[in-house]
C-alpha cells in the first residue's frame, strides 16, 4: 500500500548551495525572465541562488494568503519539482496568518522536506494550528507522535480519528492505513476501506489510489474491478503518477478493460514523464516486441536499462537473458550475470535460479559450487522446478554436498510433481541403474516414456535401448529405430552411430553398409568419436567405401586421442596384424592394454595372448621371414635340415646316417611351415 504523501524520491536535504533554473522560476511566478534579470543584474546567466529565488517569490509571488498558498501546494504536492521552490510561498503565507501554510511548514521542519530539519520550528508552526483545532495540524502532531519523533505514538490513533472526524482528509487517509496495518488498533479493512473512500470522495488523489487497490484484490470488501477501475481513474485524473502505472498494467493485460497496447503505451510513459520511473521497463518490454509502437529494441534495452536502475527486478532478469544471448547487444556474460544477481538480490526467484546455474557452469563468473547450491536451494525452495534438478545433479554428482542419490531422487521427484520434463527422465535413470532407489525396469520405462513424449531427447534415446535390447518390453527393432530416427532428427547425434550400427551388422534390418557409412559419418562428424573409430573400420575391411588403411589408421588414431577405448583397440589391431603399417606385437599390446585399462571387455583376450614370450615368438619368426625373404626359400631350408641332421649324428654318434637326414628333413620342413612365401 500507499503511505503519505508524495513522492520524495529525489528531494531529501538539498545542499545549501543550491540553484534553480531561471526559466523554471519565471514559469513558477508566472513573469518574464526579463522581470528577474532586471531585479538582480543577471542576464547571461542560467541559474540563479535560492536566495535569490525566494526573494523573488516576495515581490511576485503573490499578496494573497490563501494564493500564496496555492501555489505553493501546487509545488509541494506535485512531487516533479523539488521542494525548496515551495517554502517561500508557504513562509510569506503564513507571515499572514494562513493556517494551512503553518501546518505545511510544520511537516516540512519536522521531516526536513525543503528545509534543513528542525523539530522545534516544525512543532511551533503546528501548534498554531492544534490551538485551532485544525485537522491537518492534529493530523501532523499524531504522524510525528507515530513515528516517535515528538512523543510516544500511543496518542497518535486518538489525535488520527479526531483529524479525520473534523473532516481533514490528510487525517482521513492515515486513519485509513492505520486500520490496515493494525498502528495503535486492531486491524480492521474494513474499517480501513471506509476511511481511504472517505478521504478520496473528498479528494485525496493516494486515497483514491488506495480505495482502488482495496476493491482490485477484495480488501475489506469484495473484488469489484469495476469500482477499482473508477477509482484509479479518478486518482489518475487528478494526476497521481502511480494510478497511470496502474492503469497502464490494466490496458497491457485487459484486465476489466479491453486490451489496448497503443493506451498502455501511452499511460506508461505519462506515469513515467510523472516520476515513476520504474514504467520505463514496461516501456522497454513495448519497444521491445512492437506493442503499441514501432518495434525499436536498442530503445527497449535502453529503457530496461532505467528500469533496472530503478529496482525492477524483472528487467534486471530480461536484460541478464539479452545479454546471455547477444540479443540485441553484443554477448556480454560478465554483464548477464551482474544483471542476474542485481535480480535476485531483489528477491526475484528466478534470477536466483540463473545466479545458481552461472554458478555451477562458471558462466560469466568463477565457477563456485558452494554459491551455485546456495542460490539454486533459495530458488528451489521457492518451488522453481528445474532449480530441484540442477540441485539433484549436485546430489547425484557429489558436488559441493556428499554424493547421495537418494536426495537427488527426492529432488527430481518434486520436480517432476511440477512439470520439469527433464528431472522425470533423471528419475528414469535412477530407476534403471538402481541408484537412491530399488532397481525397477517398469518405473524407469514409465518415466522414460513420460518424458520422451514431453520432448526430452535423451529419454527417448534410452527408451529406444528398452526396445532393441527387449528389456521389461517385447523386442522390438522397428520401433528402436524409429526412436533413434526421432532422436537423430533431433539433434542427439548419438543415435546415427545406434542406427549405422543396426544396418551394419544387420541387426533388426537388412544388413546395408552404405547407411552404415552414411550414419557413421553423420556421428563421427558431430564429435562422436566412438563413431569415428567404427567409421575407420570400415574403410579398414573396404565395407562400402574403398579399402584405406591410411584412413583408416587415421580415423582409429582421432578416436583414441579422444580417449575412446574402441580406438586404442584398433590401432592395437592394426599394428598386431600389420594393417598398412610394419607389423609390431609388441606395440598392439601397448594399445590393447590402453583399451583394457579404458574399460573395453573385448581387449581382455587380446593382452591375454599377447605376452612377452609370444611376442618374442612372434618377433623370431619375423625375423625368420626376412631371412627366408632374402636368401631363399630352398637355402634355407637346406641350412635347416643340415643343423638338425648335424646335432642328430652327434647324438647318434654317427656321421651321415640316413636317420638324421630323414629327421632333419622333416624339422626343416614344419619350421618352414610357419612363413609366409607369398602365391
Known sequence: ??????????????PNNMTINKTSAAQILGIDINEIDKAFNCSGVDEISLETYSSLVNMYGGENAEELNEKGRDIYYDGAQPDELAIPFFLKSADMGNISSMNILG???????????DISKGVKYLRT???CQNGFSCWQIANALSNG?????????SLLETSAQKGQIDGMFDLAHHYEHGKGTNKNLALALEWYKKSADNGHRIGMYNTGVFYEFGYGSEKDLAQAYNYYKMSADKGYSSAFKKLADWYYDGVYVEKNFDEAFRLYNEAYNRGVKTAAADIGLMFIRGEGTPQDPTKGVEYYKIGAEKGVAWAMRNLGFIYRNGKYVQQNLEEA???FLAGADKGLIDCASEVGYCYRVGEGVEQSHEKAYKYLKIASDNGVSWSMRLLGYMYKMGQFVEQDYSEAAKLFQKADELGDSDSTAQLGYL???GLGVEKDLAKSFDYYKKAADNGVIWAAYNLAFYYKNGEYVKQDYNEAIRLFNITAENGYNASYEELALLYHNGTGVQKDYHKAYDYFKKASDAGIMHARANLGVLYLNGDYVARNYHTAFRLFTEAAQAGVAFGFYQIGN????????KRNKRKAAEYYSAAMKSGLDIADEKVKQLTPATIAFSEMMDIGQQIIDEVGQDQVKDLLSDIVSNAVDKILDEDGSIISEIIG?????GIMAGFDFGD
Request: hydrophobic share 40%; charged share 15%.
Open 107 to 117: 511537516q516540512a521542519f519536522l521531516y526536513g522536506y525543503g528545509v534543513p530539519k
Open 129 to 131: 494550528g492544534l490551538y
Open 431 to 433: 530407476y534403471y541403474n
Open 149 to 157: 519523533i515528538i512523543q510516544p505514538n500511543d496518542l497518535a490513533f
Open 574 to 581: 592394426v599394428y598386431e596384424h600389420g594393417y598398412g603399417v
Open 665 to 669: 628333413d622333416a624339422v626343416a620342413e
Open 1 to 14: 500500500m500507499i503511505i503519505p504523501t508524495r513522492n520524495r524520491i529525489f528531494y531529501f536535504l538539498k
Open 337 to 339: 550475470f551482474k544483471y
